[in-house]
């Protein structure tokens, strides 16, 4: 089968590999539609270490069911599918309480570090266990699909957050997850949501998807322009989805007292944190990772039109354009919002 390799860091090549085999308990899905995530992006070149060559990234995808194993129970070829980034093993203390991000034996499609490395789906065919597949209803093309991750991680996110209705929300990066995120939160019931980002066109989106007001941090400092909106209260809860130093410290300093920010984004694995005002406004400070079990609502949500993936998606390429559009990606190209790859090669 025809897959996207990374035999080494900043190198992608369409090479032929053999169909993974799946097993009793496994199902092999053709792959019609798969996302590049920054995740994958940031992977290429080696700076996160949760990418280690040799390997096939992707952990965004949708396709339809070419095999089952002899064990598979509700799922028949032809089946249309997408599922959980995560394979957790269902059957630890974590996936036993549901939080299945928390799995001890956890593996995340498209990802080699030092414990384990797994196959991912830049490819034709995955093998993958069918406790982690969710049906998806005929409505939704494979493309809307794939975006059913990334928006699971924005739901995740929310849910995990004290929101109240009328609430004041601050969103920090209007990439994907950004954008996403202020969607959910406008249907939680956040009735002013600021989005910072340093991108002109970004915030111009951020705007026609319902922000309330947004700030460019390249011209406005971001905690200044927040308490000057919100009547120097400060924000109930904020997200960083992008995980920089500067928007850390914005997330938390644009805080009203007894707010929460939560952190999405970690492109720098360290920051500083601004102690004193943590501790004399009794901030809550916590991270969020993948989702665990938003799949559903995230699926409802799509299918009802309450979250708009479809205008998140800017090109459907195939395969073999790959390494292409990981470079526009790489150079931060302002509104290339998601780019899929279908390794049918079609339209999806
Ligand atoms: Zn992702
Ligand atoms: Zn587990």
Redesign the pocket.
Known sequence: MKAVMMPEYNVLELREIPVPEYGPDEVLVRIRATGI?G?DVHGLDGSTGRRIPPLVMG??ASGTIEAVGVNVAGYLPGDHVTFD?TIYCGTCRACRNGDVNFCENRQVLGVACDEYSRQGTFAEFAALPSHILYKIPLGLSFAEAAMI??LSVAVHAVSITPVALADTALVIGAGVIGLMTLQVLLHAGCSRVIVVDIDPRRLKKAEQMGAWRTVDSRHADPEDAISRMNGSKGADVSFDAVGLADTVRSSINALRRGGTATIIGNLTPEVGLPLQMVVSRQLRIQGSNASSGEYPACIRMMESGQIDVKSLISRVAPLEEADRWFRELASGGGDLWKVILDPTGGSV
């Open positions: 995530c995740s952990h965004e980034s991750e990334p």
